[in-house]
Nanobody, 116 residues
Framework: QVQLVESGGGLVQPGVSLSLSCAAS????????MGWYRQPPGKPRELVAR??????TYADSVKGRFTISSDNVNNTVHLQMNKLKHEDAAVYYC???????????WGQGIQVTVSS
């Protein structure tokens, strides 16, 4: 199966930027959807951003601040996070939905902490 390895994240102060990466073991052309989800403390997991059929969608809370992109050469999906807020603190998960059997694969999760 497809394997996803996340990198990036860390502890930052409000207003700064971070970038997350998700490296896939297979070509991203085999994926129906690529996205990032997050789970804040005490809250359910929520969609942050996703690419389907070349179109990007974002949660209202991150529009204008976050950008999702894909790197076809390196089979990697990125999430650029700007102007981070306290409410952005969460464990972030990369998600891939494969064209074959529409199977979902998740990254291991990576912590983003925003603290003043």
């Amino acid at each position: 199966q497809v394997q996803l390895v996340e990198s990036g994240g860390g502890l930052v102060q409000p207003g700064v930027s971070l970038s997350l990466s998700c490296a896939a073991s297979e070509s991203i052309f085999s994926f129906y959807a690529m996205g990032w989800y997050r789970q804040p403390p005490g809250k359910p997991r929520e969609l942050v951003a996703r690419i389907i059929s070349g179109r990007s969608t974002y949660a209202d809370s991150v529009k204008g601040r976050f950008t999702i992109s894909s790197d076809n050469v390196n089979n990697t999906v990125h999430l650029q996070m700007n102007k981070l807020k306290h409410e952005d603190a969460a464990v972030y998960y990369c998600n891939i939905r494969q064209r074959q059997w529409y199977v979902d694969t998740w990254g291991q999760g990576i912590q983003v902490t925003v603290s003043s």
